[in-house]
């Protein structure tokens, strides 16, 4: 059974910093992607970013590019998102999620595959990060 464990999230102000991590267990998935999600109140679950199984290729979002880095350690499934530079609108419940990248053949080369959160399998349960203004 796949288990994803976030931890990290918290109350920070405008412009400053926090580390998410999510870690999983019982994959047993021979290619996959770790992502992150984040989902605001009233609103959809929006991609974040991402990063293969090596840890090789990472995918960020417009909105985070610069200010977000998602790290992976090929061979260990710990997948980290350090946040910069954080503002009131990066405020939301932030999700992990996995995909079997065998199952989905575009996957690599359909940027809105990689940002649909139908396109991945497991998830978290979430971590709260509140940026206060």
């Known amino acids: 059974q796949v288990q994803l464990v976030e931890s990290g999230g918290g109350l920070v102000q405008t412009g400053g910093s926090l580390s998410l991590s999510c870690t999983a267990s019982g994959l047993g998935l021979s290619s996959y992607v770790m992502g992150w999600f984040r989902q605001a109140p009233g609103k959809e679950r929006e991609f974040v970013a991402a990063v293969t199984w090596s840890g090789a290729t990472t995918y960020y979002d417009d909105s985070v590019k610069g200010r977000f880095t998602i790290s992976k350690n090929i061979g260990q499934n710990t997948v980290l998102l350090q946040m910069n530079s954080l503002k009131p609108e990066d405020t939301a419940v932030y999700y992990c999620?996995?995909?079997?990248?065998?199952?989905?053949?575009?996957?690599?080369?359909?940027?809105?595959?990689?940002?649909?959160?139908?396109?991945?399998?497991?998830w978290g349960q979430g971590t709260q990060v509140t940026v206060s203004s």
């Open positions: 999620a996995v995909t079997d990248t065998q199952r989905r053949p575009f996957f690599y080369v359909q940027s809105r595959i990689r940002a649909a959160a139908q396109s991945y399998d497991y």
